[in-house]
């Protein structure tokens, strides 16, 4: 990918006719796809991975580089994270994206979950958003759970709601109602 080509995405970009950015992209190769966007600042990529369906877009999130890939993730709400993109994705690239969700994102998640883990005796309710694996096939789909806590295993590192879902730790991106 040359510079006069990156150049004139960027122009398309800034003019924000996304019709003419998606023209040069319909034909690119998700790394290809991946190496712009790697060359493209933050808010730049994130105009052109909205332009993607969702599965090339999964494609991109994997092979982008790692700080690239953590920027734009950055900007992106979990909850878009889950539904739009990590749906499309092989089961181990999901649950290393989710390790890569920013210290920020992952700090409030472990202090919900001691919140909730503190609170266990009242038996609150909560909304789950977690990556659920196909048992399958490759890949999965992120479900979210509502219901009553009701125990926290650490030895296995799970919550149990009422009903006796229990949900990995390592695959919760969000944690609601706490």
Request: net charge negative; proline share 2%; glycine share 4%.
């Amino acid at each position: 990918m040359n510079e006069e080509y990156i150049d004139n995405v960027k122009h398309l970009i800034e003019q924000k006719d996304a019709d003419k950015v998606k023209g040069l992209l319909i034909d690119l190769h998700p790394a290809d796809i991946a190496e712009l966007c790697n060359d493209l600042n933050a808010e730049e990529a994130k105009f052109v991975y909205r332009l993607l369906d969702n599965e090339i877009a999964a494609d991109v999130l994997v092979e982008m580089d790692e700080d690239a890939r953590k920027e734009l993730l950055e900007m992106l709400p979990s909850e878009t994270i889950a539904k739009r993109f990590v749906d499309y994705m092989d089961t181990d690239d999901a649950v290393d994206l989710m390790r890569e969700l920013d210290e920020d994102k992952q700090e409030e998640l472990n202090e919900k979950l001691q919140t909730l883990i503190a609170y266990a005796t009242e038996h609150p309710t909560v909304s789950v958003t977690y990556f659920k694996p196909d048992d399958k096939k490759t890949g999965g789909e992120y479900v979210t759970a509502t219901g009553v806590f009701q125990k926290f295993r650490d030895y296995e590192r799970t919550i149990v709601l009422e009903d006796g879902t229990g949900i990995d730790c390592d695959r919760i991106v969000e944690i609601r109602g706490i």
